[in-house]
C-alpha cells in the first residue's frame, strides 16, 4: 500500500516556470512533510519541510502548500532554473513514535529546459 | 564537519565475496540509518541505530549485517549478496529522532554497489 502517492512521475519545464509537484498521503498521523532534491550520484539532501499547523511554507523559488483537509501537499518551484533539474521526493513522517522515519513517494524527474 | 561520508563510492563485488560499507559522521548525532535505492527509486529504509543500539531492522535478509562500533561510524557488512542486491546504499544520520527539531536526516552520497 503506498501511503504517499507522488505526481508527476517527470515533469519538463522551460526556464523561468514555475514546477508544481503534487503529493497525497493516507495517514492522518503524519506531521511532518519534507521534500527532498536529489542530484544524480548524490544522497537525497532535505529542501524544505512543513507542519500540518501551517498552510503554506517559502523559502527562496521553493513554496510547499498544505492542505489538511485534502491530505494533499505540493511543492511549487518559481522561476525553475536548469540548475533545480534533478529528481523530487515528497515524503511524510511521525514522531516521536514513529521516529520521524519518512514514508517516501515515488519521486518526480524534473528536467528543466534552458 | 557537517557532513556524512561514506566509503567507498563505488564496489564491485561476486556473489561469493565479503565486503563492507563504510560511513561516517562528526556531527554528534546520534541515529543513523542505512537505506537501499533502486534506479528512479525512492530510498528503502533498512536498518536504524539509535544511540548506538539497533532500532530498526525492516526484514533485511541476514546477508546484510549492520555494525555500530561508536556513535560516529556506522558499517554495513555484506556477504553471499544476489544480483538483484546492486543498488546505491545511502547512509542517512539525524540528531535524534525522538525530539522535534532534531530528527532531520542529512544524507551520504552512496555507495554505487553492483553485485556480479
Known amino acids: 500500500q503506498q501511503q504517499v502517492k507522488q505526481s508527476p512521475q517527470s515533469l519538463i519545464v522551460q526556464k523561468g516556470g514555475i514546477s508544481i509537484i503534487n503529493c497525497a498521503y493516507e495517514?492522518?498521523?503524519?506531521?511532518?512533510f519534507p521534500w527532498y532534491q536529489q542530484f544524480p550520484g548524490k544522497g537525497p539532501a532535505l529542501l524544505i519541510a512543513i507542519r500540518p499547523d501551517v498552510s503554506e511554507k517559502k523559502e527562496g523559488r521553493f513554496t510547499i502548500s498544505f492542505n489538511k483537509s485534502a491530505k494533499q501537499f505540493s511543492l511549487h518551484i518559481m522561476d525553475s532554473q536548469p540548475g533545480d533539474s534533478a529528481t523530487y521526493f515528497c515524503?511524510?513522517?511521525?514522531?516521536?513514535?514513529?521516529?520521524?522515519?519518512?514514508?517516501f513517494g515515488r519521486g518526480t524527474s524534473l528536467i528543466v529546459h534552458p | 564537519d557537517t557532513e556524512v561520508t561514506q566509503t567507498p563510492k563505488h564496489l564491485v563485488m561476486g556473489m561469493t565475496n565479503k565486503k563492507s560499507l563504510k560511513c561516517e559522521q562528526h556531527m554528534g548525532h546520534r541515529a543513523m540509518y542505512w537505506y537501499k535505492q533502486k534506479a528512479k527509486k525512492p530510498p528503502e529504509l533498512m536498518f536504524v541505530y539509535s544511540y548506538e543500539k539497533l532500532s530498526i531492522n525492516e526484514s533485511v535478509p541476514s546477508r546484510f549485517s549492520p555494525e555500530c562500533p561508536n556513535s560516529s561510524l556506522l558499517n554495513l557488512h555484506l556477504h553471499a549478496l544476489q544480483p538483484e542486491d546492486s543498488a546505491l546504499y545511502l547512509c542517512?544520520?539525524?540528531?535524534?529522532?525522538?525530539?522535534?527539531?532534531?530528527?532531520?536526516?542529512?544524507f551520504g552520497p552512496g555507495t554505487r554497489l553492483t553485485v556480479l
Open positions: 515524503a511524510a513522517s511521525r514522531g516521536p513514535g514513529g521516529s520521524y522515519i519518512p514514508t
Open positions: 542517512a544520520s539525524s540528531q535524534d529522532p525522538k525530539y522535534r527539531g532534531r530528527h532531520e536526516q542529512f
Open positions: 495517514n492522518t498521523a503524519f506531521d511532518y
